[in-house]
């Protein structure tokens, strides 16, 4: 990342990493797949080693949505009272489908933060 940044013109990260891009030039791929990070952009060449997003997008979508599917699953079950199977036709989808796709904007989001804030691992001052 000693890169020189002034050859691209500053990105949003929150686009760029909504829409996969690259957090340098805002145009290369960032995911080879789903959710695979690439090595390098192939559009300026920048190496993604520096991206770990680790756990943290995965939590947040846990609890997005778990909140959002949960909620609306007892909402339908007071409501409407429905059998059985039609929860599992309606909420098994929408949990997986609505957390693969947020699970991959998050991703995109945090690696694009972390290239943006300069982010590294943890450091001890010992002098």
Known sequence: MDEDKALYPPV?????????????????KLFDGLLKVRPACTNCGLDYSFA?????????VLLIVGFVVVGAALWMEVNYNPPLWVHFLLW??????????LTRVLKGLLITLQYRN????????RG
């Open 12 to 28: 949003d990260p929150f686009s760029a990493g909504a829409r996969g891009r690259c957090p340098r030039c805002g145009e290369g």
């Open 52 to 60: 770990d997003s680790g756990d943290g997008p995965v939590v947040f």
């Open 92 to 101: 098994i989808p929408l949990v997986i489908g609505l957390g693969l796709w």
């Open 118 to 125: 300069n982010a590294r691992p943890g450091e001890i001052d």
